[in-house]
């Protein structure tokens, strides 16, 4: 599977920028998504997933600015980004991990690091 992120820019408080990530490879197998941004000096973190029965997850920071979407040939996974404020800086990754169809179990991010595949991340730098 390969995963290829656009979309990272440098904006202001507030932006609103939506990152699209284009999936390639994928055929025939069900697969949970997620955006993991990374800080300088951090580890990486999920703010938001799409699971097997296509449900989705925001983490608390992000819940009511992000919104996690996939097109309906599954090609192309986007993260619309509103209200962006400075910690919200960082490398964003797209990842993707088989899991089970019709399931709403996530994973931890451990799991996704050994077993899923990545994107090579674009860059959100919020300014005030």
């Known amino acids: 599977v390969r995963l290829v992120e656009s979309g990272g820019d440098s904006v202001q408080s507030g932006g609103t920028p939506r990152l699209p990530c284009v999936a390639s490879?994928?055929?025939?197998?069900?697969?949970?998504m997620a955006w993991f941004p990374q800080a300088s000096g951090t580890q990486r973190e999920q703010v938001s997933s799409?699971?097997?029965?296509?449900?989705?997850t925001y983490a608390d920071p992000v819940k009511g600015r992000f919104t996690i979407s996939q097109d309906a040939s599954k090609t192309t996974l986007s993260l619309q980004m509103n209200d962006l404020k400075s910690a919200d800086t960082a490398m964003y990754y797209c990842?993707?991990?088989?899991?089970?169809?019709?399931?709403?179990?996530?994973?931890?991010?451990?799991?996704?690091?050994?077993?899923?595949?990545w994107g090579q991340g674009t860059q959100v730098t919020v300014s005030s």
């Open positions: 799409i699971l097997g029965d296509g449900s989705t």
């Open positions: 490879g994928h055929r025939d197998r069900s697969y949970c």
């Open positions: 990842a993707a991990v088989i899991c089970l169809p019709g399931s709403n179990t996530n994973y931890d991010v451990g799991k996704w690091i050994d077993f899923g595949f």
